[in-house]
């Protein structure tokens, strides 16, 4: 049976060119990016206050703001508290779902920021280009959880949001980020798990990896633990890029993204880079990974880092710890 199918193929093929050359055939037409909305339609429900079509940046705030959850997070859940408060302030706020893959249990269901990084910030950079053609912005604002920093980085780095010769391109002023894990992370020990199965040699064999990857990790995941390829290219030569501001947030009681340093850059040339550790503003704060999400403290480090201004006006909240 293989021998026939390969005569098949090649009788074929000597039909092919004894009929003559091809005709010409119509070049395919360019395909339109995807509009905002159906780019929305495809990422489930929103957040309160964030993807409202009909905003209109103000002179106050020209720059939308674009939210970028962590990983195995989506926007709903994420924003569900900075999302209302920067929209409260004017901003047009917006959100997105990306790096989805079909859960391995249940195929309807959706888990998103665990698909591979490269491919998420593709994600991420159709999504700021939706928002720059629909709301006539120049420039966008990212505000990343987690995950959502590095991911930002990388659509800064190699998907088009910056152009480091001539910054006056950049898609983006601002990136913020919460908990990032910009120099990967032991997951508070889940590495040591991944390097124990590498080391019964599970992890030399591919199915085993990727599964396991999955499993623990997600690909994402795996791909933020430290010393991972993608962090080391995307580390390499100079971490800020010029006409950038980066301002990276991070709490010393992180037990998920660690150790919690790891999350600051060193800046580079041109670029402006913003190390803050929450417990210098508020040393009190009770913060971990999650809690960056929705505490005072943390999101009035972001409102600051959006708008300096703000910071002048309205004075540091810092929660209580709790009793006992």
Not at 73 to 98: E, F, I, K, R, S
Not at 106 to 131: H, N, R, T, Y
Request: hydrophobic share 40%.
């Amino acid at each position: 049976m293989k021998y026939a199918r390969r005569i098949t193929v090649a009788v074929t093929a000597a039909a092919l060119a004894a009929a003559g050359p091809a005709l010409p055939t119509a070049a395919a037409a360019p395909t339109e990016p995807p509009s905002l909305p159906v780019l929305l339609d495809s990422m489930g429900p929103s957040p309160a206050g964030a993807n409202d079509l009909d905003c209109v940046p103000s002179p106050e705030h020209p720059r939308p703001v674009v939210l970028v959850h962590g990983t195995r997070m989506d926007m709903t859940g994420t924003w569900a508290v900075a999302a209302p408060q920067l929209t409260d302030l004017g901003y047009c706020v917006y959100a997105l779902n990306y790096g989805g893959i079909r859960s391995l249990v249940d195929p309807e269901l959706m888990v998103w920021g665990v698909g591979s990084i490269e491919d998420s910030a593709k994600q991420v950079g159709e999504f700021v280009d939706a928002v720059l053609t629909h709301t006539g912005a120049g420039q966008v604002d990212l505000v990343g959880h987690s995950q959502g920093g590095p991911v930002s980085r990388q659509y800064l780095r190699f998907e088009g949001g910056a152009d480091p010769a001539d910054p006056d391109r950049n898609k983006v002023d601002k990136l913020v980020m919460l908990g990032a894990t910009n120099h990967g992370t032991t997951f508070n020990g889940l590495q040591q798990l991944y390097s124990l199965f590498a080391r019964l040699g599970l992890g030399n064999q591919e199915w085993a990896t990727e599964r396991l990857a999955q499993m623990v990790f997600g690909i994402a995941g795996r791909q933020q633990l430290i010393g991972s390829r993608v962090l080391a290219r995307l580390n390499s030569g100079s971490e800020a890029l010029p006409g950038i501001e980066y301002t990276s947030i991070a709490t010393r009681q992180d037990t998920v993204a660690t150790p919690p340093e790891n999350a600051f850059l060193q800046p580079g040339e041109n670029s402006v880079v913003h190390n803050v550790w929450l417990e210098d503003a508020c040393p009190t704060s009770p913060a971990g990974h999650l809690a960056l999400l929705e505490l005072p403290e943390s999101l009035h480090l972001v409102k600051s880092a959006l708008d300096p201004q703000y910071a002048e006006t309205v004075p540091a909240p810092c929660t209580a710890p709790p009793a006992g």
